[in-house]
């Protein structure tokens, strides 16, 4: 009798438990259906929604700026910014005046949907095309990419030179022989699609910092807000994985493929910029800062040195731009390098001073 009722204890405990899990799933689906419902009608509002077909799918184009401007730029995300098209606006706002502004998210970024295709550099450059295609947006372009984006715009210049009218490179990914060699290839596996899955219910909202820090003291509570929905979309893809395990091909692919070419193009020199003490410095109090507001269990950079100490430190920064930056510039052809030294996120971090840098580009290319 005493073995009976163990068991039935053991039973009802596992059923209660297993109810507790189902409700809590439950729960948690449906209170990121209500959030996501407010967050995407903000989203719209705001301009950020607008999908065009490239076939089986659609990707998001959002338009920004002047439809008759003088430029037709295309906003090229890196690795995984889902919220690329919030986090640039304050460095782009500048540039919406005279222009028209376009950013086209990936598959699987943001509003985009998602696909099980891999993520070739080819792959990735014609749904590029077809969606501006598909939105009657005409060439010829200035590309503006961020980081691995970079390779992306490489690939395009190279193989439709005469769809572009010039490229920027925002702290682009810094392309070389060896480049990415330390970054293993690999597919999407079945761990891949059960977090995608369980992004997909909601449990992503638990977990959003572990991926998508909080932005700088310089962005407002609603652009906070705006970007969180767009990487909760972001982190329950499976594109966004498959372009992650393809980096290291797409990256060694763009740097062989590269055909030199006299398109004028502006390399944005951030996080190999480093020109003067003060520029260390102030990056390093910038550092500080958003390991404060990101509550990072991490020591803080050190923010006093000496002229022997930073003079070390700016030497190898010169050291990286004359054996990859300056040669990869060359190897584009008619490219000019401005070092803007800073975080990778350079567009965060001081806007203002890359939107002038881009500004001055443009009306160089007017003359």
């Excluded at 080819?122 to 984006?149: C, F, Q």
């Excluded at 572990?210 to 509570?221: G, K, L, M, R, V």
């Excluded at 020109?275 to 990101?294: A, G, L, S």
């Amino acid at each position: 009798m005493k073995r009976r009722s163990a068991k039935k204890i053991i039973i009802r405990t596992l059923i209660i438990l297993l109810a507790a899990i189902m409700l809590f799933v439950l729960g948690t689906f449906i209170f990121h259906r209500i959030k996501s419902n407010k967050e995407i009608a903000r989203l719209k509002e705001k301009g950020y929604y607008n999908p065009v077909s490239v076939g089986d799918y659609c990707l998001n184009v959002a338009k920004f700026g002047s439809e008759n401007g003088a430029h037709t730029i295309i906003a090229m995300a890196g690795n995984q910014s889902g919220d690329f098209p919030v986090a640039m606006r304050q460095m782009t706002a500048p540039l919406e005046e005279n222009n028209l502004v376009v950013f086209v998210d990936r598959a699987g970024y943001g509003f985009s949907d998602d696909t099980d295709n891999e993520m070739t550099l080819e792959y990735i450059v014609e749904d590029y095309r077809k969606a501006l295609k598909n939105a009657g947006i005409e060439a010829p372009y200035i590309l503006m990419p961020h980081s691995i984006g970079g390779a992306y715009a490489n690939y395009w210049v190279s193989s439709y030179p005469d769809e572009i009218e010039a490229v920027v490179f925002v702290d682009g990914s810094q392309l070389s022989a060896d480049a990415f060699d330390d970054v293993p290839y690999y597919s999407v596996g079945l761990g891949d699609r059960a977090r995608a899955l369980l992004a997909k219910m909601g449990f992503s909202r638990y977990v959003l910092r572990n991926y998508f820090y909080h932005y700088p003291d310089n962005f407002t509570e609603e652009e906070q807000y705006l970007a969180d929905a767009l990487m909760y979309m972001t982190l329950d893809s499976i594109a966004t994985v498959s372009e992650d395990g393809m980096l290291a091909k797409n990256a060694q692919a763009a740097f062989n493929g590269i055909i030199t070419n006299d398109v004028p193009k502006l390399y944005i020199c951030a996080s190999w910029g480093f020109e003067t003490k003060e520029d260390i410095i102030e990056y390093h109090k910038w550092i500080n800062r958003q390991i404060e507001i990101n509550a990072l269990n991490l020591e803080p950079s050190n923010t006093e040195y000496d002229d022997e100490k930073a003079r070390e430190i700016l030497d190898i920064y010169n050291e990286l731009r004359e054996n990859i930056i300056y040669p990869y510039a060359e190897k584009m052809g008619n490219c000019k390098v401005v070092c803007l030294g800073g975080d990778h996120m350079i567009y965060e971090q001081k806007p203002n001073e890359c939107a002038k840098i881009i500004v001055e580009f443009l009306s160089e290319l007017e003359k």
